[in-house]
């Protein structure tokens, strides 16, 4: 009885699906295709290297401090060991809040990407709504987004309406679809 319940409930939900056009766009080849979003890119891999080095510089120094402190640790008093200790926990401290205000989850880093980012993705997905409706697509999908497709016939793939609504310049016929890289 349940099995035939479920059964017929996939029954009723493929069949309704059949009735719905779907269509897949590649975001990861459209936005490699955007000015804007590689610009968006160039900045926040240039302001990343900045603050590595910093990071870089900043762990340098304290590895130096330590390395200081264990050369000469015999030759300190109980006073002079305690401040040197204190002042490398301090460079640790440092470092740890250096990273964590520039890479951490609400950083400096995640801020800029969403100051740059998020515009070119928004206009990329304001095409894909209008390449949907204007083709009548009930759904469409983002093969590049993590959406596992194990097989897309290629006349749904609406990459190429996408980058020409964003005015990206489309390949000559010859070359390759998105979905055959």
């Known amino acids: 009885m349940i099995k035939h319940i479920a059964i017929a409930a996939m029954a009723t939900v493929a069949s309704?699906?059949?009735?719905?056009?779907?269509?897949?766009?590649?975001?990861?080849?459209?936005?490699?295709?955007?000015?804007?979003?590689?610009?968006?890119?160039?900045?926040?891999?240039d302001l990343s290297a900045q603050w590595q080095q910093k990071a870089t510089d900043l762990q340098a120094g304290l590895d130096q401090m330590y390395k200081d402190f264990k050369g000469e640790e015999l030759l300190l008093s109980a006073e002079q060991k305690r401040m040197k200790e204190d002042a490398i926990v301090e460079k640790e401290k440092e470092l740890f809040k250096f990273r964590e205000d520039k890479f951490g989850q609400n950083g400096e880093l995640f801020k800029k990407r969403e100051e740059l980012i998020k515009p070119v993705q928004d206009k990329v997905y304001e095409a894909v709504q209008k390449v949907a409706k204007?083709?009548?697509?009930?759904?469409?999908?983002?093969?590049?987004?993590?959406?596992?497709?194990?097989?897309?016939?290629?006349?749904?793939?609406?990459?190429?309406?996408?980058?020409?609504?964003?005015?990206?310049?489309?390949?000559?016929?010859?070359?390759?679809?998105p979905g055959d890289k």
């Not at 059949?18 to 610009?39: H, R, W």
């Not at 083709?135 to 996408?162: C, H, I, N, P, R």
């Open 16 to 45: 309704s699906l059949s009735a719905q056009k779907m269509g897949f766009v590649d975001t990861d080849l459209i936005l490699g295709k955007l000015p804007e979003y590689k610009s968006a890119q160039k900045q926040l891999d």
């Open 134 to 177: 204007k083709e009548g697509l009930s759904f469409m999908f983002d093969k590049a987004g993590g959406v596992l497709m194990l097989y897309a016939d290629q006349k749904y793939d609406k990459t190429y309406e996408v980058m020409e609504e964003l005015g990206i310049p489309v390949e000559t016929p010859g070359t390759p679809a």
